[in-house]
């Protein structure tokens, strides 16, 4: 199983709105409404921003909001802050109740 | 609060097996599944495979196949991860992260990962 493929970085300013990308393929992203987002600081563990595609667990801030068309799962962080400076992670279903995640990407707020 | 609490960090010899464990508490330990994920030095995440505490179940990532088991204690509401013939490919964090609904793949809580170092 391959990982989903990332951008290995984005910048943006404070204030401003990016968006990663997470594309993987009809057997994963594509094929299951099962994705979900992670946020990982330095030497921290992951934290879950969003699942099942589009779904925010309580007390992660509306700024953050994700969707899914075909093969490639987006996760939108809006009016960025100093604190969203982080890697972020995708993860989804793979078949047979396996799992994969995405390689990562490096956001930096500017 | 729901917290998983892991061993601490192992270093190992190539060609020996490592054990980590995880235990839960905060919440009804049978009542989620366990999937452990590992980071290598600067690395991405990856996923190993998932365990059903009630149950004893386990489901393995194809590259893990033959090589991790994954057990439980109800009694002690703990789960294990045990990784044999280790290489230096094997040096990550290792985390447990609590499934939220089943084997959903939702992780809402991790632990703190355990360092295991591989080195002749």
């Known amino acids: 199983q391959s990982a989903l493929t990332q951008p290995r970085s984005v910048s943006e300013s404070p204030g401003q709105s990016v968006t990663i990308s997470c594309t993987g393929t009809?057997?994963?992203?594509?094929?299951?409404?099962?994705v979900s987002w992670y946020q990982q600081h330095p030497g921290k563990a992951p934290k879950l921003m969003i699942y099942?595609?589009?779904k925010r667990p309580s007390g992660v801030p509306h700024r953050f909001s994700a969707s899914k068309s075909g093969d490639t799962a987006s996760l939108t962080i809006s009016g960025l802050q100093a604190e969203d400076e982080a890697d972020y992670y995708c993860c989804s279903y793979a078949g047979t109740y396996t799992f994969v995640f995405g390689g990562g990407t490096r956001l930096t707020v500017l | 609060q729901v917290q998983l609490a892991q061993s601490g960090a192992e270093v190992k010899k190539p060609g020996a097996s490592v054990k980590v464990s995880c235990k839960a508490s905060g919440y009804t330990f049978t009542a989620y599944y366990m999937h452990w994920v590992r980071q290598a030095p600067g690395q991405g995440l990856e996923w190993m495979g998932w365990i059903n505490p009630t149950s004893g179940g386990t489901n393995y990532a194809q590259k893990f196949q033959g090589r991790v088991t994954m057990t439980g204690d109800t009694s002690i509401s703990t789960v294990y991860m045990e990784l044999s013939s280790l290489t230096s490919d094997d040096t990550a964090v290792y985390y447990c992260a609590r499934d939220y609904d089943f084997w959903s793949g939702v992780l809402d809580y991790w632990g703190q990962g355990a360092q295991v170092s591989v080195s002749s």
């Open positions: 099942d595609v589009d």
């Open positions: 009809s057997s994963d992203v594509g094929g299951y409404n099962s």
